[in-house]
């Protein structure tokens, strides 16, 4: 059960103070001295090795394959097909919800994208497992891939996303363009992007009898445990899944795949625990992506450079068989005071792996290209491109009225231009070079990202020793969650952190909810709040209860919990420890249980966003058209901040992601067989230190009494979305030229040149 795995470092003994204190992360020393271990360090007596062969081509079907030699290679154990795959008790081309995806898991002989599973060799060691793989010679009947936008399949979707809505219309939006004065309309593309956490999909499968125990990085553990009990027939409870560490999920390991599926079907059949880690290349198909999209954006302003009409249409891309789309043209809908909004999406059929959530789905690339698109309707207005986000500046939700929960994003605007500069920049393309001829140029994007909440449960135990417990299946994929959330619950019980455990990334655990939409924080975080005052509140009534307690008959009111002691409210100097409270009421631990939601009534009430503005420098080679990001100043609201230290991070993730898209990041389809030709680290481009040599992150203050009684928002995704717009901007700043495709490239600006 839960290896101890979550010791308090001396930075934090050294702080010894709760919430709001940028305290180092938890699990950073076990990280930097290798004693994490993640699921594919996990060796399990008499366990077999599983390795998937996946197609090379995008679509057809698989005609033969050699299983004879395959299965008389030394060491392999079982090949398995669709000719012999056993049964599963959930038919995997139904979805199931939430985040139901049809599943890959050899139901028959079609290819339906490259690096589609079409066998799984199962073997006593990789390397026979890999060789075994290597020798099933598939041979294949082949139809033309449509990898295209020309020639997928369109079709108007019902949802996008996570079942948002495909289309939203406030206003009249032709009266918007009709009594416009000015309509600036761009068409963008971004295009298929890869999670690429370091950490691949990896799991170590252990069934003993109907019970099944996962090593797996998952960013989602309870669901997940239901979800596998529907896919294997047994209940939920009889699926224990251990994920203490993830080196990155980004959404794809919210999500199950066909891979971890098939080797824990492989456990069962072959009656010994199974081991399966993906390799890079094979990330690319089964386990999700990015999916491309292509967008157009109208903007209608009038006279005095006020919107009159806002039309986000996205065509995004998803699989031929199932339905995930990025909700791109939604980012259109939160920001900008317009009378008239449509944001409308189509899905485009190709043959490729299902796309999913991938850090700030829908708001990455519709930011992206709804950035640029103001940016465009400031220059056509002959505005400077804060002046003109200011006087479009939503006071409250376009389209609905509601209030904001909170928005500083005045301030952000503020604070982020004067720590860049802002003040100084030509209106005008072209006018800056720097002290070596290469053109500079300023650019900004605001960066919007919505506050979800998901129902999550938790538990804290207040123990003799003055100690604390804090018990949540959380999990925490680098962005820190043990940290915050032993912060969070620290603060609840009264207690310092170091004083207080925290158990997490355990799916036995109470229900810490999903790790992803930046909800994690708030939603297992309001769970422990909630538990620790359960706890306190059963203490405060032992000792107000208790004639021989200072603190007695005076009431609950009348009590404080601080650094391990009750105090009098009125006369501080009465106080007791928690573990003399426990002692003399002969009680070993006081446990406090709580559940937590959002309240229905606040969130339908308030528009909930954090939001952010970024300013971005770039260099542009005039002769070479190579563009470096030298400078990212990005000012950030999220209503309250558990740790400076660790939301900042979060930022320069962000920021670092959204220059990511800008510059670098992109899957290359040979179209002519639809295999992806940089599906490697090598070749998939992602920044390193040297592309980012400034990153400044500003966290504006912000004090939000609707969105959760925490006032916590989200600060995961935001980064990226203000980022891409901001150095497009900036780049076109530079050289005049606008770029219209993601990332962008030499030739996009050479052309025009
Ligand atoms: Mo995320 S795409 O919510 O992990």
Same mark, same amino acid.
């Given at each position: 059960m839960p290896v101890e795995i979550f010791p308090s470092s001396p930075e934090h003994r050294r702080h010894g103070s709760n919430a709001g204190q940028p305290l180092t992360r938890r699990d950073g020393l076990l990280k930097v001295t290798g004693k994490a271990t993640y699921a594919a360090d996990n060796h399990r007596e008499g366990m077999l090795y599983a390795v998937a062969a996946v197609s090379s081509i995008a679509r057809g079907r698989v005609k033969s394959l050699d299983v004879q030699a395959a299965k008389s290679h030394p060491g392999v154990v079982e090949v398995i097909t669709p000719a012999n795959r056993p049964p599963l008790a959930h038919n995997p081309n139904q979805k199931m919800p939430p985040f139901g995806f049809r599943i890959e898991v050899l139901q028959d002989d079609t290819v339906r994208y490259a690096n589609q599973p079409i066998a799984m060799v199962v073997a006593e060691t990789l390397e026979a497992a890999t060789e075994g793989a290597a020798l099933l010679n598939p041979q294949y009947e082949t139809d033309t891939a449509r990898t295209r936008r020309e020639n997928g399949e369109r079709f108007k979707p019902e949802a996008v996303g996570v079942g948002g809505p495909s289309r939203v219309a406030h206003g009249d939006i032709e009266a918007g363009f009709a009594s416009a004065a000015r309509v600036t309309e761009a068409e963008f593309v971004t295009p298929a992007q890869y999670h690429n956490a370091m950490e691949p999909h990896a799991v170590v499968a252990e069934w003993d009898g109907d019970r099944l125990t996962l090593d797996m990085p998952n960013q989602a553990l309870v669901l997940s445990c239901a979800g596998y009990a529907t896919y294997f027939g047994i209940p939920p409870e009889n699926v224990l899944i251990r994920s203490p560490f993830i080196g990155g999920g980004f959404g794809s390991k919210a999500i199950l795949n066909g891979p971890q599926i098939l080797a824990i079907l492989a456990a069962r059949m072959l009656k010994r625990p199974v081991k399966l880690a993906l390799p890079r290349a094979q990330m690319y198909g089964p386990v999700g992506h990015r999916g491309a999209t292509w967008q157009k954006l109208r903007v209608g302003t009038d006279a005095g450079g006020r919107l009159t009409a806002l039309h986000h249409h996205t065509l995004s891309a998803t699989s031929s068989f199932d339905d995930f789309l990025e909700p791109a043209a939604n980012a259109s809908l939160p920001l900008y005071a317009s009378p008239a909004i449509l944001a409308e999406h189509e899905g485009l059929r190709l043959d490729t792996g299902t796309p999913g959530p991938m850090r700030a789905p829908g708001e990455a690339s519709g930011s992206a290209a709804l950035e640029v698109a103001i940016d465009e309707a400031a220059e056509a207005c002959g505005m400077d491109p804060l002046e003109f986000r200011l006087a479009n500046y939503a006071e409250t939700e376009p389209g609905t009225g509601r209030p904001f929960s909170s928005k500083a994003l005045r301030e952000c605007y503020a604070e982020g231009a004067k720590r860049f500069g802002w003040s100084g920049r030509p209106l005008a393309a072209r006018q800056m070079r720097d002290e070596n001829g290469c053109l500079v140029g300023w650019g900004m994007g605001t960066a919007v990202f919505h506050c979800p909440h998901f129902p999550a449960e938790a538990r804290a135990t207040l123990r003799a020793d003055g100690t604390g417990l804090l018990e949540t299946a959380g999990v925490d994929m680098g962005q820190g969650a043990w940290t915050a959330l032993a912060q969070i619950g620290a603060e609840a019980l009264g /207690?310092? +952190?170091?004083m207080v455990e925290l158990r997490s990334g355990v799916s036995s655990l109470p229900d810490g909810g999903i790790a992803g939409g930046s909800g994690h924080t708030a939603s297992a975080g309001l769970a422990l709040h909630n538990a620790g005052r359960n706890a306190i509140d059963q203490l405060v009534d032992l000792a107000t209860a208790? +004639?021989?307690? +200072? /603190?007695?008959?005076?009431g609950n009111v009348g009590v404080v919990a601080r650094a391990g002691r009750l105090h009098r409210r009125d006369d501080e100097g009465r106080s007791e420890s928690y573990s003399d409270i426990l002692a003399r009421a002969r009680r070993t631990e006081l446990v406090g249980d709580a559940k937590a939601a959002r309240e229905p009534a606040a969130a339908e009430a308030h528009a909930m966003f954090s939001h952010g503005a970024v300013f971005a420098e770039v260099k542009v080679d005039p002769d070479l058209g190579q563009v470096r990001a030298t400078r990212l100043v990005g000012a950030f609201a999220a209503g309250r901040i558990i740790n400076p230290r660790l939301v900042r991070s979060q930022y320069y993730g962000g920021m670092i992601w959204g220059a990511s898209f800008a510059l670098l990041e992109e899957a290359v389809t040979d179209h002519r067989t639809g295999r992806i030709m940089n599906s490697d680290l090598a070749e998939y481009h992602v920044p390193v230190n040297a592309d980012l040599p400034s990153l400044d992150a500003i966290l504006i203050p912000e004090d939000d009494p609707y969105v959760n009684p925490l006032g916590v928002k989200g600060v995961g995704e935001i980064g990226i979305t203000g980022t891409v717009g901001a150095i497009a901007n900036a780049v076109w700043h530079a050289t005049g030229v606008r770029a219209?495709?993601? +990332?962008?490239r030499i030739e996009d600006l050479l052309s025009d040149w």
């Open positions: /207690l310092d +952190p170091e208790d +004639p021989e307690s +200072p /603190l007695f008959g005076a219209r495709r993601f +990332p962008i």
